[in-house]
């Protein structure tokens, strides 16, 4: 059975700091990661998506790896701010997304 | 950008009442998916559906809740005979045909039962 893990489960970070963080997984037979983004009490926003046959993906100053066969994940975000303050969701796909229970980011201005 | 809506945003019902939780996904997509979050838990997968039908569920997904596509446009999650541990925000998400696609969620629908 796939199991999420992500850690740490909060974190909290002066403004422009750079940070990362990590998400493992259990089983490597997935089709893809995606990383998420959740406010309190709203959506999922999607981050990025890495396919199962990719090492990264970037989206300004977010930057996912993903390394199947050891299981691991990670999230890297340049120069933070204090908007980027929200949980961060990873989740591997087989069909379903199956989630790790997130790391609370706060950035501290 | 296209977005997945759900309707209601909040919804409290007395226990034993049935519910039903509506969501218009993205045009193109084919996919669709009911996850729930109860506070302070893991994202969990309730049910998929492709091609008007039920093509996976787990086994939260028992015979009180049912899905259906009843237009070309609306998706809707049915929860009968409600109960308190039914509270929580469910999440409706769509993506397209090929496996690889980003799966796109709504805002949620919080589900309060009293």
């Known amino acids: 059975k796939q199991e999420v893990t992500q850690i740490p489960a909060a974190l909290s970070v002066p403004e422009g700091e750079n940070l990362v963080l990590n998400c493992s997984f259990t089983?490597?037979?997935?089709?893809?990661l995606q990383w998420f983004r959740q406010d309190p009490g709203k959506g999922l926003t999607s981050l990025l998506l890495i396919q199962s046959s990719q090492r990264e993906q970037t989206s300004g100053r977010l930057n996912a790896s993903l390394d199947k066969s050891s299981g691991r994940s990670t999230l890297y975000i340049a120069a933070s701010q204090p908007g980027d303050s929200a949980t961060y969701l990873c989740a591997v796909r087989l069909g379903k997304l199956i989630f790790g229970q997130g790391t609370e980011l706060s950035v501290k201005p | 950008e296209p977005e997945v809506t759900q309707t209601p945003s909040h919804q409290v019902t007395q226990m034993g009442q049935e519910v039903i939780l509506r969501c218009v996904p993205i045009s193109n997509h084919l996919y669709f998916y009911w996850y729930r979050q109860i506070l302070g838990q893991k994202v969990e997968f309730l049910v998929s559906?492709?091609?008007?039908?039920?093509?996976?569920k787990s086994e939260i997904f028992d015979d009180q809740f049912s899905v259906e596509r009843p237009d070309g446009s609306n998706f809707t999650l049915k929860i009968r005979s409600t109960k308190l541990e039914d509270s929580a925000m469910y999440f409706c998400?769509?993506?397209?045909?090929?496996?690889?696609?980003?799966?796109?969620f709504g805002e949620g629908s919080w589900l309060t039962v009293v």
């Open positions: 089983d490597s037979a997935i089709y893809n």
């Open positions: 559906f492709y091609n008007n039908e039920i093509s996976e």
């Open positions: 998400a769509s993506r397209e045909q090929s496996s690889g696609n980003t799966i796109y």
